[in-house]
């Protein structure tokens, strides 16, 4: 997730919220028609003020590295081919059940401007516009609507949301419309079954006792403990936001390893001394291999001679017998 000014890149990656459907019952297709939703209720994650300078990229949205390319996420991609609505869209109750799903949510998670289901039945562009803004604040904290061209930048971040379904930037003109809003509604209940599965799966990541034993090795070797997976959810967070190195956080998880080794600090320096003066051993001898690249022939010859004169000393010995 970006700012508009970063969305229009092609390379960004989409999100599996909505993969393509074969019938009618896929969920997030039909998502009023499922009425257990209670173990969601008033969202629990904050929403933060949305900041002016930093770049901000969401859980589902695609991030920009700082080298222009981009990292994409293992969500999945949603493919290119047009697939037909299943959803009864033409159905007034189907609708209304809709509306009054983009009500609760407004109502239950502090939306500062006043909405009812009479309200919701025909909003003004402007009211659309604020209702997406709010929403989608939840994956994006720093998301500001650009001033300008709207039509095109929503649509947009549907789009590389993964919402299966277009939207029309003449649509986007005319959402109270009768024959757009159920379209638009739609696409708000969507997104806000993204913003609650995002929040489902903050509030149940796995989580690790403090006194937890260290776990079984990987693969590639490594423990997994709570030590390992706070340091790993932190610089994804960081790198979500933009960062690339991970400097502080590499000093504090070196400083936890020290403390949860017992690494002695006098023993580690004399072992840098001991590997300093091994290296410089290494390079004396290099150079003297340098300055005498065939040392074993040099060796061989003074071998060679020393026999010799072994021989003449015991025939000079047996000559004195």
């Known amino acids: 997730m ?20 074969q019938d009618n019952n896929k969920m997030g297709l039909q998502t009023p028609q499922m009425k257990d939703r209670g173990t969601f209720g008033k969202l629990s994650m904050s929403k933060p003020t949305p900041g002016t300078s930093e770049r901000k990229v969401s859980f589902f949205g695609k991030r920009t590295s700082g080298a222009g390319g981009s990292r994409n996420s293992q969500y999945g991609v949603f493919g290119t081919e047009k697939i037909k609505d299943p959803r009864p869209l033409h159905d007034k109750a189907f ?12 109502v239950g998670n502090g ?18 516009l604020k209702i997406f803004t709010f929403i989608y604040g939840f ?62 799966m903050r509030e149940n990541a796995p989580s690790f006792d403090d006194g937890q034993s260290w776990g079984g090795e990987t693969d590639d070797g490594i423990v997994h403990n709570k030590l390992f997976m706070d340091y ?27 403390d949860l080794f017992n690494i ?21 001898l290099e150079k003297e291999k340098e300055s005498e690249p065939d040392r074993r022939v040099s060796l061989r010859n003074l071998k060679s001679s020393l026999q010799a004169d072994v021989q003449k000393y015991q025939a000079y010995l047996a000559n004195l017998e």
């Not at 609708?95 to 407004?106: D, R």
């Open 139 to 200: 994956l994006c904290p720093s998301y500001e609507l650009p001033d300008s061209k709207f039509e095109e930048e929503i649509p947009r971040v549907f789009k590389e949301l993964g919402y299966p379904f277009p939207l029309s930037k003449s649509s986007m003109y005319t959402v109270g419309a009768p024959h757009t809003w159920p379209q638009i509604v739609t696409a708000l209940v969507w997104l806000i079954d993204c913003v609650k599965l995002y929040a489902a």
């Open 95 to 106: 609708i209304q059940q809709c509306i009054k799903q983009l009500c609760e949510f407004l």
């Open 264 to 284: 002695d600090e006098c023993q580690i320096e004399g072992l840098a001394a001991d590997n300093k003066r091994l290296h410089e051993e290494i390079a004396r």
């Open 2 to 21: 970006r700012r508009s000014s970063s969305i229009a890149g092609s390379s960004g990656r989409q999100s599996m919220m909505a993969l393509r459907v």
């Open 111 to 128: 939306y500062a401007h006043n909405v009812s289901m009479k309200s919701l039945q025909s909003p003004s562009v402007k009211d659309f």
């Open 232 to 258: 790993s959810a932190k610089c994804y967070e960081h790198f979500m936001k933009g960062r690339d190195t991970f400097e502080e956080l590499d000093a504090e998880v070196q400083s936890k390893l020290k």
